[in-house]
């Protein structure tokens, strides 16, 4: 059983900066992991905001956070960041992580994966 801890969530203004944290327990993450952060806004589906795979650090991003967000990981934690800059209103939602064990692929929809975190605000005032 994998546990996902996320950290680092907070009220920021508009193009202000805040770099989320997830760490992983419960088990060792192999070369089949990957890694992704999704936010929810209120009465909003969860959506796909990244996602990272663990054995190379090969990257995906959703178009709306292109060029601003940024997701790395420290195996040595372990531990995967997102690092999210100029940051607007609408980037405002509870973000979760989460693991898509076992993947072939780039898990872009919620469904594809098997373990979350609880879940931190993030809060960006304009």
């Known amino acids: 059983q994998v546990q996902l801890v996320e950290s680092g969530g907070g009220l920021v203004q508009a193009g202000g900066s805040l770099r989320l944290s997830c760490a992983a327990s419960?088990?060792?993450?192999?070369?089949?992991?990957?890694v992704g952060w999704f936010r929810q806004a209120p009465e909003k589906e969860r959506e796909f905001v990244a996602v990272?795979?663990?054995?190379?650090?090969?990257?995906k991003y959703a178009d709306s956070v292109l060029g601003r967000f940024t997701i790395s990981r420290d195996n040595a934690k372990p531990t995967v960041y997102l690092q999210m800059n100029s940051l607007k209103p609408e980037d405002t939602a509870v973000y979760y992580c989460a693991l898509d064990a076992g993947a072939l692929w780039f898990g872009v929809r919620w469904d594809d994966y098997d373990y979350w975190g609880q879940g931190t605000q993030v809060t960006v005032s304009s």
């Open positions: 419960g088990r060792t993450l192999s070369a089949s992991d990957y």
């Open positions: 990272i795979r663990w054995t190379d650090g090969s990257k």
